[in-house]
């Protein structure tokens, strides 16, 4: 049995995309007969607080179907002050020192980046000819960053920049979400050893019945984060309600400025529904006609993984990103397109929408794409061979 450690910033009980990759990642690899162990902070996340239940400590670590899980001391926040920001990450980067002096390390780390500083650190104190070193890339950082208006081309993003290039340059293998990540780090080192692993969930696939919504109007639902790059908050100023009624569910940074929203706007086809837990969430969203997906830019190398976890509910989607998940929807036909950033073109798509083509046979269809192309175990038995 094969020793491999996942070293990674969010982790359940923590909800989100990031959360769910890396712990279906963990349990596939222990489904495999690798023995893994995780190290990860105390969960936080998203309220950038420490979870009531684990209060009080600095190191915690449990045993959980197989897996141990080390979770961490640090600073946690989720203040916009960028120095508060950075702070936490350094707190968890000097834990994750502390860790790696007093333990012993297996020969295969998978490190998940971003937080760039945390994979800088596993990076640059874990590097042994004997290890081998896989980064797991999920965002382009510092670009990502760049093309959502939190950072300038200036000396912090220069130094950021050159982390990139080195962890990057240390990892022996390096997975990335998209075709376009793995083109940048080819771009920089093109010798470098890659793997195309997207970001697949692992569920059984939901049986499927004909909806019968009452009203005439659609009902569009938006699942997931609450953040600055999903512009939920601009989304609900800028839709037209004559053909729409639209839910939303989750937390984050614009979770009261959307409620303050709604509440000063008691006319509008709006209904807020907070956070439910990921199992719960699967039950509700088949209930609705179709999905948003939105990106309130362009982010180069981001491909979200709810096309994926839609996929497999056989949940219609409207696209509102651009980039590569354009092309995923598109090329299987998993619903509607419309151009990043172009509110009126939306408005006009949801406008053209009936809810006959958002029927049984169109969920059959996408959930069969998702059953042949989006498999998480087929996926996982080609990455384990490069482990």
């Keep these: 049995m094969k020793d491999i450690l ?18 279906h990642l963990a349990t596939g690899l222990d489904k495999q007969n690798f023995k893994v162990s995780v190290l990860t902070p105390l969960p936080n996340y998203p309220k950038g607080r420490i979870f009531e239940a684990y209060r009080g400590t600095f190191k915690q670590t449990s045993i959980e179907n197989t897996i141990t899980i080390h979770r961490l001391w640090l600073y946690a926040s989720n203040s916009k002050n960028k120095l508060l920001r950075l702070f936490a990450m350094i707190s ?3 834990s994750l020192v502390w860790f790696f002096i007093w333990n012993k390390i297996p020969n295969t780390v998978i490190v998940q980046s971003p937080p760039l500083l945390v994979a800088f650190t596993c990076m640059l104190c874990l590097q042994r000819k004997k290890r081998k070193l896989i980064l797991n890339v999920s965002d382009l950082w510092p670009i990502a960053g760049l093309e959502l208006g939190a950072f300038k081309k200036d000396f912090s993003y220069k130094l950021l920049e050159n982390i990139e290039h080195y962890n990057y340059k240390k990892a022996d293998l390096v997975l990335g979400q998209s075709n376009e990540i793995l083109t940048h780090v080819k771009s920089l080192f093109p010798e470098k050893d890659t793997f195309l692993y997207r970001n697949y969930p692992d569920f059984e696939l939901p049986k499927l019945e004909e909806q019968f919504n009452s009203g005439e109007k659609i009902t569009m639902v938006y699942a ?61 969203l088949l209930n609705y006609d179709i999905t948003i997906i939105p990106l309130l830019n362009r982010i180069y190398g981001s491909v979200p993984s709810k096309i994926f976890e839609y996929a497999r509910l056989g949940l219609p989607m409207l696209y509102f990103g651009g980039g590569e998940g354009e ?23 949801i406008n053209n929408l009936s809810k006959d083509e958002l029927g049984l046979k169109k969920r059959l269809a996408i959930q069969q794409v998702a059953n042949k192309y989006f498999d998480f175990n087929c996926q996982l038995l080609k990455l384990t061979t490069r482990l």
Aim: glycine share 8%.
């Design 327 to 349: 092309d995923i929807i598109r090329n299987h036909q998993l619903g509607w397109i419309s151009e990043s950033g172009n509110y009126s073109r939306l408005n006009a798509t």
């Design 92 to 94: 968890y980067s000097i």
């Design 224 to 284: 997931g984060l609450l953040g600055i790059a999903q512009g939920i908050y601009r989304l609900c100023k800028s839709l037209d309600y004559t053909n729409v009624v639209f839910h939303i569910y989750g937390a984050g940074a614009e979770q009261e400025k959307i409620v303050q929203f709604i509440s000063k706007n008691p006319d509008l086809p709006i209904i807020y529904h907070g956070e439910v837990s990921r199992d719960t969430l699967h039950e509700v």
């Design 6 to 23: 996942i070293i990674t910033s969010y982790f359940p009980p923590e909800t989100g995309a990031a959360s769910n990759r890396i712990f």
